[in-house]
């Protein structure tokens, strides 16, 4: 499998790239190597492979959920530099 030129061009456009055409095609050439490597999981027989969730049989163990050192709100405000209406009050970020 490998992706023709336009269709690369169109990947690249969706997800806002932008390349000039030498870096454009050295891309486009490592993504069908990548491709390449998926024709050759392909060709594997997995035929009689039963489907793994994990890939050893010890189901993670869950714990129960507990509140432990619970610190008030009132606490955590204390130890900020500017508080405003119980709220942490930081400069604006203009981007």
Not at 34 to 50: A, M, Q
């Amino acid at each position: 499998m490998s992706i023709k030129k336009s269709e690369f061009d169109k990947v690249a456009h969706l997800a806002a790239l932008e390349f000039d055409e030498d870096r454009a095609l050295e891309y486009q050439s490592q993504f069908n190597k990548i491709l390449s490597y998926f024709d050759k999981l392909k060709e594997i027989k997995t035929d009689n492979v039963e489907p793994l969730v994990t890939p050893h049989g010890i189901a993670s163990p869950l714990r129960k959920d507990k509140v432990e050192n619970q610190i008030d709100r009132e606490s955590l405000l204390e130890s900020a530099p500017d508080v405003k209406d119980s709220l942490y009050k930081v400069p604006p970020v203009v981007g």
